[in-house]
């Protein structure tokens, strides 16, 4: 007589758009690796509805918005994708929402169904690909792909949804994973446990609590690094003066909470700037940071030209090479001349393209003299004075890293005159595609770190580069280069600084408190013997992961128990704890202290872990690394899922809700 195998379980704790992603993964490999006669059971543990998860839930404000236009967000593998499943190609955020559109020739995108809110459903209905959707319009996208891929898996996989935390992981005497669950008496019980949280909050470094303690002696507010949509931000009163520390998209959010957020309005005038209109709720900004001005806005045009051969300089036969040598890397040293040499090819690709008339080569002469040269070489500096005669088209990083380095300002105004004239040309650039060599360096610029992680993980760096090049320049660099926000919000805050409520401080900002008064100082050699004094401190970035300090209940517990051990990296000049948890650069399974290697059970991907945050959407046709590895992922879970005995697991407590238990066609 037969027997039926029973059912292998999967517990996926997070159901955002990393767990999504990973799930479209299982449901694109399914049909090779899993046998249709055996079930598979998918447990989602998240407080949160799937797909959009706890950052890109519906409930935030809708005056939030992407720093990434509809065109560039898909969650979906395309010819570019080198991966060892199955490409399936899915619509982006724009050509989803295209659908929506009345009169619209564009497909339907099964399952279609109308977003709830009424003003979702009408900004996707008249979404350009170029306009930067809401928040809450990715929410909706997050939610149809999540749909979608329900149903992708073959009718054995079913998934179930816990809407609560995940508080432990044990192992069980039979080897499976016990997950326990906040609320819940019975633990699920699991073959594998994939931990895929994404961003997640820390607690307060010392110096924040310090901070903080000075705010509460006088009174006063103090903000610690948070994700800005989950901050109560009613106690800082109209008028209030505030220093805010970074000029990055949190601090971007914040300007959008704490003006149009409190009711005040923006007016076009004939000539297109904008006139803020207060509410007179608002308090007084004053922000700065370590470089002093905002991040680049986002660029909003196409390439002109045909795409960038990427990489070149720097792909994975130059990171065998530099792992190759044998001895300690310095990434500024040895690593960061390719990478620049890198992106300054797909700016130049672009230049010479599209915009033959402003060289003085042809682009094959001058690709000849190109590869021949190294980044910082006397050679590459001739070759590109002579063949780009404006010095504006020349790629400059340092200038660009160091945008206010070596200047001073004698005063507030001065200062204030020179960075809305930088702001304003930045803006103007960004949307003038006669500068589209930009965005061939972004394009580039996304190659390049695409290719770090097999670097990292090799260990070749040092423990002083990764910890003040990796982890500290290189993050930042990148960051301001490629994460700054929509040009419109770059005029707002323009004209939010010629209405009197946002103040610019200057680079190197510092911080002090004084005890007679109870305020906070602001200062900064930009302008010398300029001192703010202000009642609110904010700072305006995000925190770092950092499992000594982590906010997760589950990571936090799995860490105390040895189960996750932190990435230190250390050598005879430094050490270096980066906050990360360890992970196998193949496969993501945790590396256990007790067990002293990887766990066999327990996968972690995503922001905490060492692979250094892997965004879980991506720009269309970039062979995004975090589709690789979910997809590696998803064939290793499958392959080791068949794997296990077909032994009747114990029950959970049936608690599961939001999905049916049959999903999957």
Do not use: C
Request: glycine share 8%; net charge neutral.
């Amino acid at each position: 007589m037969s027997t039926t195998p029973s059912a292998a379980v999967l517990v996926i704790v997070g159901a955002g758009p990393r767990a999504t992603g990973l799930l479209e993964r299982i449901a694109a490999n399914a049909p090779e690796l899993w046998d249709n006669g055996r079930k598979l059971i998918i447990h989602l543990v998240d407080p949160h509805p799937p797909g959009p998860g706890r950052i890109w839930r519906h409930g935030q404000s809708p005056l939030l918005r992407m720093n990434s236009m509809a065109e560039d967000v898909t969650m979906f593998t395309d010819e570019t994708s080198t991966i060892e499943g199955p490409v399936r190609p899915g619509p982006s955020l724009a050509e989803w929402a295209a659908s929506f559109s009345e009169g619209s020739e564009a497909p339907r995108h099964a399952p279609h169904t109308d977003p709830a809110d009424p003003d979702v459903l009408a900004e996707l209905r008249t979404l350009a690909g170029t306009d930067f959707p809401t928040r809450r319009a990715q929410s909706a996208y997050l939610d149809w792909v999540f749909r979608r891929v329900l149903t992708e898996l073959p009718a054995s996989v079913t998934v179930e949804w816990h809407r609560t935390t995940a508080t432990a992981v044990s192992d069980a005497p039979d080897g499976r994973q016990l997950v326990r669950l906040s609320g819940r008496t019975a633990p699920l019980r699991a073959d594998r446990v994939v931990l895929a949280q994404g961003h997640l909050g820390s607690a307060p470094t010392v110096e924040h609590r310090t901070r903080a303690a000075f705010a509460r002696r006088h009174g006063r507010f103090h903000l610690p690094p948070s994700f800005s949509d989950d901050v109560d931000l009613s106690a800082l009163r109209p008028g209030e003066h505030v220093v805010l520390r970074g000029f990055g998209l949190a601090f971007i959010d914040l300007m959008v909470l704490l003006t149009e957020g409190r009711g005040g309005t923006y007016r076009t005038e004939s000539d297109g700037t904008l006139t803020y209109r207060p509410s007179g709720r608002e308090p007084v900004l004053h922000v700065g940071s370590r470089r002093g001005v905002p991040y680049h806005s986002k660029t909003r045009y196409p390439l002109l030209g045909p795409r960038p051969p990427l990489p070149r300089y720097f792909g994975p036969g130059a990171v065998d090479t530099l792992i190759a040598k044998g001895r300690p890397l310095d990434l500024r040293r040895d690593v960061w001349p390719l990478m620049a040499k890198e992106i300054g090819f797909g700016h130049y690709h672009e230049l010479f393209h599209a915009h033959p008339d402003r060289t003085a080569l042809s682009w094959p002469e001058f690709l000849t003299a190109y590869d021949r040269f190294g980044w910082y070489s006397d050679e590459m500096t001739a070759l590109t004075t002579r063949a780009v005669q404006d010095p504006a088209d020349r790629l400059d990083f340092e200038a660009l890293d160091h945008p206010l380095k070596g200047l001073t300002f004698a005063t507030p105004e001065a200062f204030r005159s020179h960075l809305r004239d930088h702001i304003a040309r930045d803006v103007a650039r960004r949307e003038d595609a006669t500068h589209s060599a930009d965005l061939g360096a972004f394009l580039a610029l996304l190659s390049v770190y695409g290719q770090l992680p097999p670097l990292v993980t090799a260990g070749r760096l040092t423990a002083r580069s990764v910890a003040d090049d990796l982890d500290g320049w290189w993050h930042g660099f990148f960051s301001f280069l490629a994460s700054g926000p929509p040009g419109f919000r770059l005029r707002q805050l323009l004209a939010l600084s010629e209405a009197g409520l946002v103040h610019f401080l200057g680079a190197d900002l510092r911080i002090d408190t004084d005890e007679t008064t109870g305020t906070f100082i602001a200062t900064s050699p930009t302008v010398p013997g300029h001192t703010v004094h202000a009642t609110a401190l904010v700072e305006a970035y995000l925190p770092d992961p950092n499992l000594d300090r982590t906010q997760d209940p589950l990571l936090r517990h799995l860490h105390r128990h040895g189960t996750l051990t932190e990435e230190v990296i250390s050598d005879s000049t430094h050490t270096h704890r980066s906050g990360r948890l360890r992970v196998t650069p193949a496969g993501g399974h945790v590396i256990d202290a007790g067990l002293g290697g990887p766990h066999p059970r327990l996968v972690a991907l995503g922001a905490p872990t060492d692979s250094r945050a892997q965004a879980a959407f991506a720009r269309p046709r970039t062979n995004a690394p975090a589709f690789r590895q979910n997809d590696e992922v998803a064939r290793t879970l499958l392959r080791s899922l068949s794997s296990v005995p077909p032994s009747r697991p114990k029950g959970h407590d049936g608690s599961a809700v939001g999905l049916q238990a049959r999903v999957g066609g």
